[in-house]
């Protein structure tokens, strides 16, 4: 249950003018501890240290961020289409539970108008394509009782019962309509000009230099300087923290590392990864690494924000798989799905791919793309007949597209630290591995294409220094990046030296610890910030603890998410909770002159949560209504007071 908006003397709807609430820890500045870790050790903190009094703040504990309910919508929607007549045909091995997407129904003007209603509805509704039934109005209903009526075929094997496919009443002979048309071949291989014999691939170790992105500037390979992990053993996710040196990197007009900005990381796919795909498309391991002239007729592929034009480059087909096309982050399209029907040579295999790829396939291909994320090395396994030549299937692909991590320090603060050379300059961020169940074994995961390197990077690193070797000049890591969004909503909007109420959930914690050490270095009311950080288990998930100053505990609060039994029930406390019993400091911020308040989360559950609970603050500590706190609200964004990044 959420907690009331606390009324007090310093805020309160009789007295609406907000005073600073009583009773804050005043800071002072000192110059910063020299650091005693050793070598091995990452460094704590690029910034100054923090002195605080002995006022203390209770140590309230709630978790971060609430489960996203389903769309009620849809729900009715489902509900409706399980009244309806259906058939349907269950293979073996699927015991994925009924959903809606997976009923057939009728596609009599009555029924659907009953469920739809009229006008342009149903047709909206089917475009959205979210995989809730809505997409079943095209279906096959052939007479399965009859002699001539042969069900296709499905492939046996793992892979393909990965997918949970629902295919209906399918048969060789079924009359699909509407089927996706053959996409074009937009590029080609050629033989390499002989000027070209020489052409050296670094495909292992950075991109090629047509990975660009901003002509002319290319990926920047920084050294990694050091990795140290910030969750404990047992987190639900694992955190990673980085060093990287940015010293030599190059001029590009002014523009510079900021405060709560981010860098884009150019990950590549892993090495497994690419050579599982050359394997299931049969390509000799003497082509692989061949070096070829690629010849394009459009689009900004193999770059990455280049001109869209045709395109002459030199290459390999390992780099083309290794650094430009996304093999795993992204669902299957239809002409993914229409250009392996093309190259199928099994007939069972060719119908199920085109009926994925139809009208009355669009419930099957919903369900297939609402899944987990599917692979394409998972995908061509699934139908093993299928090996479309490499042209056709990069013509299809989606490309691979830098990810983007918030810098967890202040650019501009000294970087110095034990054994690092002087004038050195590092920048530091925060990187959640995200994982996800692989259909190659029970209990094996995989993780995604930016967060799995950055993690292969971290346990290089890491096991080359337990091995009592120097990784910064054995190994000589990299990571390919380049400046990326030093103008996102946060590094714009920090500044000044107003209070601030910091809120932030996960990985979200990030850009803060910037901010913090930015504001204990330049600000004359260094007192006067606040953070709110959520996490699942305090105990493993919290990060930078003991990072922000020798009492940091005076200035945050820590919310999580697991359970915590109190009596008889479990209650769980989230993010938005703590804003709400926070209500005083949050009004005395937001209407202090050039007090701001920063958001920094996942959109879901955590930043829906805290926007509704900033508007609750306002209606309570203003005594206004609903209508005039969203107004009010929307002013401060609009001023640059209410900043919130949430993805």
């Not at 650091?35 to 009094?53: A, C, L, M, N, Y």
């Not at 508007?615 to 640059?640: H, L, P, T, Y």
């Amino acid at each position: 249950m959420a907690n009331a908006i606390p009324s007090t003397s310093t805020s309160h709807p009789n007295d609406p003018i907000p005073c600073e609430p009583r009773e804050l820890p005043q800071l002072t500045l000192r110059p910063a501890q020299s650091q005693s870790h050793p070598e091995q050790t990452s460094p704590k903190s690029s910034g100054d240290s923090i002195v605080w009094s002995t006022n203390s703040s209770d140590d309230s504990e709630a978790p971060m961020t609430p489960v996203t309910e389903p769309d009620h919508a849809v729900d009715e929607v489902v509900d409706k289409l399980q009244d309806l007549p259906a058939a349907a045909v269950n293979f073996p091995g699927q015991t994925r539970p009924r959903r809606a997407s997976t009923t057939l129904i009728s596609d009599s003007p009555t029924d659907i108008r009953r469920i739809l209603g009229d006008g342009e509805t149903a047709t909206k509704l089917i475009s959205q394509c979210c995989g809730g039934g809505c997409c079943l109005l095209k279906t096959l209903q052939p007479d399965t009782s009859a002699s001539d009526f042969v069900p296709v075929v499905i492939p046996d094997n793992d892979a393909f019962r990965s997918l949970n496919l629902r295919l209906g009443p399918l048969s060789l002979d079924s009359l699909l309509t509407d089927t996706t048309p053959l996409p074009p071949v937009n590029m080609s291989f050629e033989p390499l000009p002989s000027k070209h014999d020489s052409y050296v691939s670094e495909v292992h170790k950075m991109p090629p230099k047509y990975v660009q992105p901003h002509p002319p500037y290319d990926v920047y390979s920084a050294p990694l300087y050091h990795a140290r992990e910030l969750t404990k053993p047992g987190a639900e996710k694992r955190t990673i923290h980085f060093d990287v040196d940015v010293t030599d990197y190059p001029d590009e007009g002014g523009v510079d590392f900021k405060v709560g900005g981010a860098v884009g990381v150019c990950p590549p796919n892993s090495q497994a990864i690419v050579d599982e795909l050359f394997d299931i498309l049969c390509i000799p391991k003497f082509v692989r690494d061949k070096p070829v002239t690629l010849k394009t007729t459009t689009g900004r592929w193999p770059t990455i924000w280049g001109e869209d034009q045709a395109r002459e480059l030199v290459t390999t087909r390992r780099e083309l798989l290794t650094w430009c096309t996304d093999i795993q982050s992204h669902p299957p399209t239809k002409n993914l799905l229409r250009v392996m029907a093309e190259y199928s040579d099994a007939p069972n295999e060719q119908k199920i791919l085109t009926y994925l790829c139809s009208a009355q396939g669009q419930a099957a291909f919903c369900d297939l793309r609402t899944t987990a994320h599917i692979t394409v090395p998972q995908m061509l396994s699934a139908f093993p007949s299928s090996k479309p030549p490499l042209p056709a299937l990069l013509s299809v692909l989606t490309q691979l597209m830098p990810r983007f991590y918030s810098l967890s320090n202040d650019p501009h603060i000294s970087s110095a630290r034990p054994g690092l050379p002087g004038n050195r300059r590092l920048i530091e961020m925060a990187v959640t591995i995200h994982e996800t169940p692989d259909w190659h074994a029970n209990g094996a995961t995989r993780t995604g294409v930016g967060s799995g390197f950055m993690e292969r990077m971290a346990s290089a690193f890491v096991s080359a220094e337990n091995e009592g070797i120097d990784p910064r000049s054995i190994l000589d890591l990299r990571i390919p990046l380049f400046r990326g969004l030093m103008s996102n909503p946060l590094s714009k909007q920090f500044g000044g030296e107003g209070p601030m109420v910091l809120i932030g959930a996960g990985v979200g914690m990030a850009p803060f610890r910037g901010f913090i050490l930015n504001r204990l270095k330049n600000a004359n009311c260094a007192n006067k910030i606040w953070l709110i950080q959520g996490v699942r288990d305090s105990m493993l998930d919290e990060l930078y603890s003991g990072e922000l100053g020798d009492h940091e505990r005076e200035i945050k609060k820590v919310v999580q998410s697991r359970k915590v039994k109190v009596g008889e029930s479990n209650e769980v406390k989230y993010v938005q909770d703590e804003v709400r019993v926070q209500a005083d400091i949050v009004w005395f911020v937001i209407n202090a002159l050039d007090g701001r308040i920063f958001v920094c989360g996942s959109s879901k559950g955590m930043g829906e949560g805290v926007e509704e609970s900033l508007i609750e603050v306002a209606m309570a500590k203003g005594n206004i209504s609903r209508s005039q706190a969203e107004e009010f609200w929307a002013k401060k964004r609009e001023d640059g007071q209410y900043i919130a990044e949430t993805w």
